[in-house]
């Protein structure tokens, strides 16, 4: 039996074969939660199918902390480059996997032993070309794509997932949002009846109101902010790709106009003397400031009032998605996966264009106003069940299941 297109997958309770515990092979190169979003949503993922009862195997070069029920199998990826590393870990993973019996291995990382392929970060393809949109069209963009096909890495891993997309005895591919679909059709005509789409998932915003009420209070006099101010939040770890430099741009658009109330906190580790030097160009350092990495994110929500992710390319932004459940109403672009639970005007505001920054700058002057924030911050929480990780959980556990039974399997 076949499906005849892709299709978003249904809940599903069952977590045994028979009478037996279902058992599953995950395979993730890396697990730090400080690499960024694929990998905390990968964690959170693991705890909920070990809360489900799923014997989980993990195949990894992380360390991550022992937990109970899960058995992690370390791979060595000692090798003189990051590539040959990757290459290695791939080679290795699928060497330990022919000596065992999974019911299922499922793929984050690349891996050609794969039964289901889940790739968190969007295709390489697509990444490549939206990197490309950084640069000034014409010569300057020109030159990027020439010097990419010298780039040994790019050019492993473009060959590696083109030969996972295009093998008709492939795996099934999981999409975490509609936007990957879409690339797994562009990039690689990959038959529907491979594709999976279940959207990604976070963990919900479990504070109390006076929880909140105290995170805001304290980070916002960390910040120097006053409460009567419109505090901005931007989340990044890669600050180019995600569109610092726009909202920059958008701020000072904001105060050439003479608004003086909105402030930015900029949180993640791509902090460097460019983005300040930037700042002070641009007459920003009154009004921004860079936190650095933190282990604080959800106290960071707590204490903002607008997320803005003016990103060129996010599968499906985690960012975003904390945002929303949090009740902080956002801003982002068609470039990012998560708008597709974003309703403009009513929880947020998708742009066209990161370099939009007339527009960027627009749908934060407009939300300044406390009562327009509230009303889009209320809209914000009511995705929370649509985009939960348990729900995220259940729907990978139903593709577990179809798999298994051979429904939707390459012929």
Not at 294 to 317: E, G, K
């Amino acid at each position: 039996m076949t499906l005849a297109r892709a299709r978003r997958v249904e809940s599903s309770d069952l977590l045994t074969v028979g009478s037996t515990v279902m058992k599953v092979a995950l395979v993730s190169e890396w697990l730090d939660g400080w690499r960024g979003g694929a990998e905390t949503s990968t964690q959170q993922f693991i705890q909920h199918l070990l809360d489900r009862g799923v014997e989980l195997h993990l195949y990894t070069r992380s360390r991550p902390s022992p937990t109970p029920q899960l058995h992690v199998h370390p791979i060595s990826g000692a090798a003189m480059t990051r590539t040959r590393r990757s290459v290695t870990f791939a080679h290795r993973v699928d060497r330990m996997l022919r000596g065992e019996h999974f019911d299922i291995v499922h793929a984050i990382s690349p891996c050609l032993g794969a039964t289901i392929y889940q790739p968190r970060g969007g295709t390489v393809a697509e990444s490549i070309e939206r990197n490309l949109a950084l640069r000034r069209p014409g010569t300057v963009r020109s030159l990027k794509r020439y010097a990419n096909c010298f780039n040994v890495k790019q050019r492993h891993a473009l060959a590696l997932e083109r030969r996972l997309m295009t093998d008709s005895q492939g795996p099934l591919i999981v999409a975490i949002s509609d936007y990957v679909a879409r690339q797994l059709r562009q990039h690689y005509a990959v038959p529907e009846q491979r594709v999976r789409v279940v959207y990604n998932g976070v963990n919900p915003d479990a504070a109390s109101p006076s929880q909140r009420a105290m995170d805001r209070l304290t980070l916002r006099k960390e910040l120097g902010v006053r409460e009567g101010d419109c505090l901005v939040l931007l989340v990044a770890h890669n600050f180019r790709l995600k569109g610092v430099g726009p909202w920059m741009s958008a701020l000072a658009r904001l105060v050439q106009r003479g608004v003086t109330d909105v402030r930015t906190a900029v949180v993640g580790k791509g902090d460097s003397a460019r983005w300040h030097r930037l700042a002070a160009r641009l007459g920003l350092e009154p009004y921004l400031c860079f936190t650095g990495p933190t282990d604080r994110i959800a106290q960071h929500y707590h204490a903002a009032d607008v997320l803005v992710h003016p990103t060129y390319y996010d599968p499906c932004s985690r960012v975003v998605l904390e945002a929303l459940v949090s009740g902080l109403p956002v801003v982002t672009t068609r470039w990012d996966g998560s708008a597709e639970v974003v309703q403009e005007g009513v929880n947020g505001f998708v742009l066209s264009e990161p370099d939009d920054t007339d527009a960027l700058a627009d749908r934060v002057d407009r939300l300044r106003d406390r009562g327009l924030r509230e009303r889009v911050g209320t809209a914000a929480q009511a995705v929370a069940a649509r985009v939960s990780m348990e729900r995220h959980t259940s729907e990978m556990i139903a593709v577990y299941e179809e798999t298994m039974m051979g429904v939707g399997a390459p012929s």
